[in-house]
């Protein structure tokens, strides 16, 4: 594999130049001396796994994150402060993957404030021009101008941020994971919108997880990996594999504690059959006792969602669940809870814990039962097993009454992961359990969870790491659009299978097709009128 070899583009070609680009969050390095270029006219790819620094690299491009060092120049001329207004005005747009619509507005309007002043038409004639300029999509022109933004579909909202930024008539188009929410046939129609603005001499940058669909359109593509540049390749000169070995390139950085040789036969925990709920579905699929299981896959691809629905935070749409071969409604979380599944949120601090109580109080407010007798509560025996726990966890805090905001990340963490060890549940969701945590607190979270399954719980963890998954799991699941398009067992788990899995997604024949169509419009110059 070549770094890229062809001729070296002109300033003038150049319509996006970050030049070695550094930002550190606290202790975490983001981006280290990350040098990067987007000509005109041309696709250009950034890729690299979960927390690599891309979206990091496009807030810095964007005027929305500043730069600790470096330079920023669109279109030959410097950023020379972090004000996205000040990147529009030079010729940056960018489609968020999370949307930047006024949901309460009507689809014209939010069209209307994205042009610039004095490109708007008038007024009253605002919904005119948006059906002009929406003319190439496949969506119903008489009624999308006046739907609210908030009523679209996933995959018509993402697309409607692609139409928004393009209004602009930008010199580069930055795209953050376009494609999440979006079918095969959508995803066909946003390439031919991206190959439509490579020959108006618009350059693309397109972040994807999925490298069939950036070797599709790219034509070059840029490697990051834990926030450092790993070089720049032409397509035609790069396979996926080689991306891949680019995109993982380290070895394990931990050791994981195995599992303990099995006292009991395991049987099966939890049952889901043919769950479907907001944003995924139907997903099948079982779990033993004793086992650990992980889910894996892009950002925004159905797993938060499928873990609140086994949590009972959301209710399912359809299928069946089971757990010690109780069937489970799943209309609440006291439910789940009772029946013995047990949610570890990843957002701990909003969704787990409450930070101005203290470290016995969250250890315990879900145990409370088993520390009472006759409705009274026995404090002393409360006291005594909160203090064995968090010996063993190690949790690090001057006492049991010190308020859990002020104890560290993975101090906090092992008091959300306390909870299971005092309430026994059947079935644990870790939901990215050693997020924002250090690294000495994160062995400590891995022997802790092992010790749960040791004890006969089935462990579902969902993680952005594919090295985490592929050390503490037993087999591990791939989540695509929703469903689950592979198992990989766990004689064949490494962090390299799991990537390639994630990054190949999954064969698009056995997908439902959206119902929405779309392409690119052959102009949207934002003045022009219907003809």
Request: some cysteine.
């Amino acid at each position: 594999m070549n770094e890229t070899g062809s001729e070296e583009a002109s300033t003038h070609d150049i319509v996006l130049e970050l030049t070695g680009i550094s930002r550190q969050f606290g202790a975490v390095r983001a981006l280290s001396d990350v040098s990067f270029e987007c000509r005109a006219g041309e696709i250009h790819a950034l890729v690299g796994e979960n927390g690599s620094g891309k979206s990091t690299l496009l807030g810095v491009a964007s005027g929305f994150v500043e730069q600790d060092r470096g330079e920023v120049r669109i279109g030959g001329r410097k950023l020379r402060s972090d004000v996205p207004a000040l990147a529009r005005k030079l010729g940056l747009a960018m489609a968020y993957q999370d949307g930047s619509s006024i949901q309460a507005e009507p689809v014209k309007n939010n069209l209307y404030f994205a042009a610039p002043p004095d490109q708007r038409p008038p007024y009253w004639r605002r919904k005119r021009w948006a059906r002009h300029l929406l003319g190439g999509f496949d969506l119903d022109m008489e009624l999308f101008p006046d739907a609210p933004t908030g009523a679209l579909t996933m995959a018509e909202r993402q697309m409607f941020e692609v139409a928004k930024a393009l209004v602009t008539d930008p010199k580069v188009l930055l795209l953050d994971e376009p494609t999440t929410a979006l079918g095969p046939d959508e995803v066909d129609a946003l390439h031919r919108t991206i190959l439509a603005c490579r020959e108006r001499g618009i350059g693309v940058v397109y972040v994807s997880h999925r490298l069939p669909e950036v070797m599709e359109v790219a034509d070059r593509i840029t490697v990051l990996r834990d926030g450092v540049d790993q070089g720049t390749f032409d397509t035609s000169e790069v396979t996926e594999s080689e991306l891949v070995d680019r995109i993982v390139g380290r070895s394990f950085e931990a050791a994981f504690p195995p599992p303990a040789p099995a006292e009991t036969e395991a049987h099966e925990v939890l049952v889901v059959d043919g769950l479907q709920g907001q944003s995924f579905g139907p997903v099948t699929f079982t779990l033993e006792s004793g086992e650990i299981v992980g889910i894996a896959g892009a950002e925004g691809n159905g797993q938060a969602q499928l873990f609140d629905t086994l949590a009972g935070r959301t209710p399912p749409r359809a299928g069946l669940v089971k757990c010690d071969e109780r069937e489970l409604t799943l209309v609440s979380t006291t439910e789940a809870v009772r029946a013995g599944v047990m949610l570890l949120p990843g957002d701990r601090k909003v969704a787990a814990l409450m930070g101005v109580l203290g470290v016995k109080v969250n250890a315990t407010i879900q145990s409370l039962r088993r520390f009472s007798l006759a409705g009274l509560l026995k404090r002393s025996s409360e006291r005594r097993a909160v203090i064995e726990l968090i010996e063993q966890l190690e949790v690090r805090t001057p006492s049991l009454d010190q308020p859990v905001e002020f104890l560290s990340g993975g101090n906090q963490q092992k008091v959300s992961v306390a909870r299971s060890y005092l309430r026994e549940p059947s079935v644990i969701l870790a939901f990215e359990p050693t997020q924002g945590v250090d690294v000495g607190s994160r062995f400590d979270i891995y022997r802790a969870l092992r010790a749960r399954s040791d004890a006969g719980a089935a462990i579902l963890v969902k993680s952005s790491d594919p090295i985490e998954l592929a050390g503490f799991c037993d087999r591990v699941l791939v989540m695509s659009r929703g469903i689950i398009v592979e198992e990989i067992p766990g004689d064949e788990l490494t962090e390299v299978r799991i990537v390639e899995a994630i990054v190949r997604g999954p064969d698009s024949s056995k997908e439902a097709r959206s119902p929405l169509g779309v392409a690119m419009p052959k102009s949207l110059n934002p003045a022009g009128e219907a003809s």
